[in-house]
């Protein structure tokens, strides 16, 4: 029973949305602040559940039940002592909220800002502009014509396109060349992410339209 | 202080980060993943970062007395409700999100899932529209992707191959109408014998495409997928992935600082 | 016939929607499916999997979320039952924590169907923040990330996970992707652990991933509500995914009429001015 009540408040919300289609209206206005108010709120429970109780407050958990909080302190091991350093960055996170003391959160913001660099770096050096490129240093004869030719599509459009964005130079002479055979590429390209998209975009109304008529209006029929 | 602390902690994490990649050992190795450890705690709480100033803005329109107030009521309430919902079911199941919990079985199920999804479903009937209306072979380049798009699109989906040839006629007969147009608009003979013959070759190929197509239209949408479309990417992520490790450098090295502002 | 052509170029966006609606509705009442072959990337990732030994570890990431949800859900299931079918073993977590409870979701559920047992067939670690930096330390060992699974059980205590420490232990690795977070198990898991991957991801992202599909970074590539179709062919069991490739042709074929539709307004009005 609770399961067809939650049923038919879902498919209220799907129409809800739907009738922007219409024109913007309350009811829509509703169900996009219902969307953003939870959506908020989720936030907060990941932090909560998969981030501070495992990973700040987790650690502590024994020595605290064996000894309580004031006497856990004197049993404190590296492992417990050295995790005040990211509990501090955290706290200093925190800090935006209080004016006085928001400077001290851009200590933590770096931290996450210098992580996300170096992560950056090695990862695009490691994972994808070595292994690409000698993806690419392809035999351009192979002894099949086909996969010969392909081969060699697949390094002009690959060098062409990263010619296209070599900026340092004026596009003249035979840089002019490769950058026009690069952006005849790119449009073939970018015509087969949209043509994806397309793709994408009805499976996502194919899915909702589903929902309404197998699992909201088939149960008037049971 | 302000300034130099935050320079220093991002050229420390930074640079250790890519020392350890060349010299995996001690005692990079061990530091590198105290490193991680650490911005797995610190970076969980970036996800609130912004939900203050949602709060705040809606918070001001209901004091404010706003025409749009009681939307805001709603996503406070909203809100509160959710948060409380969720730490219920957390306490009670050890998790919001166990299978047994009431907030995963009802609102996760029936109440978020929906709204997000249906608010993304609207992007079908937008890109149609949109498709319609801009899309149009106005160069070269245009025409090039619209070739493309148009290949994919009907390639990729089953029986696409069967409507192919009724596109492919419409639009060479469309073509060759336009150059029978430019023929009649010519005043010197042999420019309007050249449109007649383009407008006439035009349509004698309506056949063999539609023929061909007919028969390899999913293996040439394959190829245009695994071969030039692949290079094209490539190339396109080389070059993006070398445009952010130039940025990241520029960060750890404190001569991009826009971040502290 | 000035007027006609105005006409056609300005048709009003409402009656494209309810076209669009109707193109999508009519087809799946229907619930018809046309034929056709499966590619050759997924192939090759259901190949990986009939491949793997009984008993295997397969880690499972959920990168997704509602918004992509009709793409990544339904093969979500096909593939769990596959898994399962197979004897293989489930490791999941995710990247994405709004869509993260969909992957408990289809995970209870299948394990129900098939009779599986919680932390002996199948495990669910939840979500850490901090993406690239949970990949690098899982590499060395699973419990810096994940020292207990969602519930806050310590992994030690569930039988399946005492001998699983790091990617050496996990013979596959698939992330359902909706953004970006692929490209980031490929960089960190198997640039630098030689992880074996195979990615499935919704339409959107799928041509950006065929760069690593043929570098060989990942062994198979399942894109959008068509590579879940084909992978429902594979398995032999039909569903959703493929009656909704009867719907996408219906739309592919209207939003193509369209574009044409609006071109022949454009160069008629073009040309009478």
């Known amino acids: 029973m609770v399961e067809v009540i939650f049923i038919w408040i879902a498919a209220g919300l799907t129409l809800a949305i739907f009738s922007f289609l219409y024109k913007d209206n309350p009811f829509y206005k509703v169900a996009e602040h219902i969307y953003v108010g939870s959506a908020a709120a989720f936030w907060f429970l990941y932090l909560w559940f998969f981030d501070v109780e495992p990973k700040i407050l987790g650690p502590f958990k024994e020595v605290f039940h064996k000894y309580g909080f004031s006497g856990m302190w004197a049993h404190f091991g590296a492992e417990q002592w050295i995790l005040f350093i990211p509990i501090f960055l955290s706290i200093c996170m925190l800090l935006r909220f209080i004016p006085p003391t928001a400077w001290l959160s851009r200590w933590a913001i770096a931290f996450t800002v210098g992580m996300a660099a170096g992560l950056g770096v090695t990862g695009a050096l490691q994972g994808y502009i070595i292994p690409q490129t000698q993806a690419t240093l392809l035999p351009l004869w192979t002894g099949n014509p086909l996969t010969s030719f392909n081969n060699l599509i697949i390094v002009i459009a690959t060098l062409a ?9 004026e596009h003249k002479g035979v840089l002019g060349v490769f950058s026009r055979i690069g952006i005849t590429f790119i449009m073939i390209a970018f015509g087969a992410s949209f043509g994806y998209t397309v793709m994408a975009r009805v499976s996502l109304l194919i899915g909702r339209i589903h929902f309404l008529l197998f699992e909201w209006l088939s149960s008037f029929f049971h | 202080m302000k300034k ?10 930074g ?16 530091l590198q993943e105290r490193f991680n450890d650490w911005y797995i705690i610190v970076s969980g709480f970036t996800l609130i970062l912004g939900v203050d100033s949602l709060l705040l803005y809606h918070w001001r329109k209901i004091k404010t007395k706003d025409k749009d107030a009681p939307y805001s009521i709603i996503l406070i309430i909203t809100f509160i409700t959710v948060l409380l919902w969720g730490i219920y079911s957390g306490v009670k199941h050890g998790n919001p999100f166990a299978p047994a919990s009431t907030f995963l079985r009802y ?8 709204l997000q999804a249906t608010m993304f479903a609207l992007l079908a009937f937008f890109i149609a529209s949109a498709a319609y209306r801009a899309f149009r072979a106005r160069g070269l380049n245009a025409t090039l992707l619209l070739v493309s798009a148009g290949l994919v699109m009907l390639g990729r989906v089953p029986k696409g191959e069967i409507v192919v040839p009724f596109f492919i006629a419409i639009t060479l007969i469309l073509i060759a109408i336009i150059f029978v147009l430019e023929a009649v608009a010519r005043v010197s003979l042999y420019e309007r014998l050249l449109y007649f013959a383009l407008a006439l070759i035009s349509l004698i190929a309506i056949i063999p495409l539609s023929i061909l197509l007919r028969e390899y239209l999913p293996a040439l949408a394959d190829w245009i997928m695994n071969v030039p479309q692949l290079g094209a990417k490539r190339g396109l992520f080389i070059g993006i992935w070398l445009g952010a490790i130039a940025m990241a450098i520029r960060i750890i090295l404190g001569i991009e600082r826009t971040y502290l502002k | 016939m000035r007027e006609f052509f105005e006409r056609i170029s300005k048709i009003d966006r409402r009656i494209i929607y309810l076209i669009v609606l109707v193109g999508v509705t009519i087809p799946l009442l229907t619930r018809k499916g046309f034929e056709f072959k499966p590619l050759p990337e997924v192939k090759n990732a259901y190949n990986f999997i009939e491949n793997l030994p009984e008993g295997s570890n397969v880690l499972i990431s959920i990168d997704y979320d509602a918004a992509s949800m009709p793409e990544l859900q339904p093969l979500l299931e096909v593939m769990l039952r596959h898994l399962f079918r197979n004897n293989l073993k489930v490791i999941m977590m995710g990247h994405w924590p709004l869509g993260l409870p969909l992957g408990q979701i289809a995970l209870e559920k299948i394990a129900k169907e098939m009779d599986k047992k919680y932390g002996y067939d199948y495990v669910f670690l939840g979500y850490r923040p901090g993406i690239a930096a949970v990949m690098l330390n899982m590499g060395k060992e699973i419990r810096m990330v994940f020292d207990v699974d969602y519930k806050g059980v310590p992994l030690d205590s569930l039988p399946m996970m005492r001998e699983v420490h790091n990617y050496d232990d996990i013979a596959l690795l698939i992330g359902f992707e909706a953004g970006s977070v692929g490209d980031f198990w490929v960089q960190f898991a198997q640039a630098r652990f030689g992880q074996k991957i195979i990615l499935t991801s919704t339409a959107v992202v799928t041509p950006d991933l065929y760069p690593y599909y043929q570098a060989g970074q990942i062994v198979g590539l399942i894109g959008g509500l068509r590579g879940a179709a084909d992978y429902e062919i594979l398995v032999k069991r039909k569903g959703f995914a493929y009656t909704g490739m009867t719907a996408q042709t219906v739309i592919h074929v209207i939003i193509i009429a369209l574009i044409l539709l609006g071109n022949i307004g454009y160069f008629a009005l073009r040309r009478m001015r």
């Open chain 1, 161 to 169: 396109t990263l010619f296209y964005f070599f900026f340092s130079k």
């Open chain 2, 4 to 13: 130099e602390v935050p320079l220093i902690i991002t050229f420390i994490s």
């Open chain 2, 15 to 30: 640079f250790l980060l890519i020392v350890a990649l060349f010299i995996p050992h001690e005692p990079f190795g061990s």
């Open chain 2, 107 to 114: 609102f996760y199920t029936y109440m978020f899932v929906p």
